[in-house]
Nanobody
Framework: VQVVESGGGLVQPGGSLKLSCAVSGFTMDYGAIGWFRQAPGKEREGVSAILTSDGTQYYADSVKGRFAISRDSANHIVYLQMNNLTPEDTGVYYC??????????????????WGQGTQVPVSS
């Protein structure tokens, strides 16, 4: 299984960014694909997830109404559109896969495969 994130970069407060997660070697029938982030000195936290079976979406309370997760099943890509970013959104964003969807909100150690992460600094 390979998980590769892209799309990170410096963004100003109030700006937008779209992250991509390209997945290969994963049977996208009954699992979940999620986005997590880790700020300096803080624990990794779940941001959003989508079930591969029916597209059900989950969000952390802190990003509801600002972030949107979507998928391109044909090309095995999951996106995270992030709008109205604030400095509190700063961190390394990771894409993760779970062969069996954990309950949401989800602890990061319940997920099976991880990408290398992409940096998202939000600063003026």
């Amino acid at each position: 299984v390979q998980v590769v994130e892209s799309g990170g970069g410096l963004v100003q407060p109030g700006g937008s960014l779209k992250l991509s997660c390209a997945v290969s070697g994963f049977t996208m029938d009954y699992g979940a694909i999620g986005w997590f982030r880790q700020a300096p000195g803080k624990e990794r936290e779940g941001v959003s997830a989508i079930l591969t079976s029916d597209g059900t979406q989950y969000y952390a309370d802190s990003v509801k109404g600002r972030f949107a997760i979507s998928r391109d099943s044909a090309n095995h890509i999951v996106y995270l559109q992030m709008n109205n970013l604030t400095p509190e959104d700063t961190g390394v964003y990771y894409c993760a896969l779970a062969s069996a969807p954990p309950a949401w909100p989800s602890s990061w150690w319940l997920w099976d495969w991880w990408g290398q992460g992409t940096q998202v600094p939000v600063s003026s």
